[in-house]
T-cell receptor, first 119, second 113 residues
Framework: DTGVSQDPRHKITKRGQNVTFRCDPI?????LYWYRQTLGQGPEFLTY????????KSRLLSDRFSAERPKGSFSTLEIQRTEQGDSAMYLC?????????????????FGPGTRLTVT | GNSVTQMEGPVTLSEEAFLTINCTYT??????LFWYVQYPGEGLQLLLK?????DKGSNKGFEATYRKETTSFHLEKGSVQVSDSAVYFC????????????FGSGTQLTVLP
């Protein structure tokens, strides 16, 4: 399977603990996106990388959140001092980025998500 | 900023009924428009897209037309099946450098046999 994978699929943690999620994009994709989806809502953009560079962050990404993509391949999203409001599905997507945006390879392909529950 | 407003659900239909899910958007510039589908226990999948005004996206019997004059991208299917039961999300991709997607809140569709 060459799709986007995320690990773990589910995470239950206690308030105040740190958690880290991993995303492995489709191998040739140079762009990687993180979104958050709360119950009954659509995904909301958090941040994105082009290769190893983090180029944009949403206002939703508080100081407790940090994302990395050290070698331009997989990415990690860490949440420090988790709060109950952090409970959500965290989605990763990847795509190609370039001057031609219209082919199917330039669309975002989503992973299955990591469901975080903070108790 | 960009936003997407989607018909609230849930929507329950009988098999072979006609489906319409309304979607309107607000955006600067010339966004691309998408419908994504999320089946139970699975990730988001791209269903169809349109990149400019009057384009019609279609896939698996679903269609949507990019209407710039009404800023709409309504999803339609002439005859739904039980297997179409899922959550449907309308989304737009702006013309900014990040190219991130802005989603609506989703519409839960249940098709009964």
């Amino acid at each position: 399977d060459t799709g986007v994978s995320q690990d773990p699929r589910h995470k239950i943690t206690k308030r105040g603990q740190n958690v880290t999620f991993r995303c492995d994009p489709i191998s040739e994709h140079n762009r990687l996106y993180w979104y958050r989806q709360t119950l009954g809502q659509g995904p909301e953009f958090l941040t994105y990388f082009q290769n190893e560079a983090q180029l944009e962050k949403s206002r939703l990404l508080s100081d407790r959140f940090s994302a990395e993509r050290p070698k331009g391949s997989f990415s990690t999203l860490e949440i420090q001092r988790t709060e109950q409001g952090d409970s959500a599905m965290y989605l990763c997507a990847s795509s190609l980025g370039g001057t031609n945006w219209e082919g199917p390879a330039y669309e975002q392909y989503f992973g299955p998500g990591t469901r975080l529950t903070v108790t | 900023g960009n936003s997407v407003t989607q018909m609230e659900g849930p929507v329950t239909l009988s098999e072979e009924a006609f489906l319409t899910i309304n979607c309107t958007y607000t955006a600067t510039g010339y966004p691309s428009l998408f419908w994504y589908v999320q089946y139970p226990g699975e990730g988001l999948q791209l269903l169809l897209k349109a990149t400019k005004a009057d384009d019609k996206g279609s896939n698996k019997g679903f269609e949507a037309t990019y209407r710039k004059e009404t800023t709409s991208f309504h999803l339609e299917k002439g005859s739904v099946q039980v297997s179409d039961s899922a959550v449907y999300f309308c989304a737009l991709r702006g013309s900014g450098s990040a190219r991130q997607l802005t989603f609506g809140s989703g519409t839960q569709l249940t098709v009964l046999p």
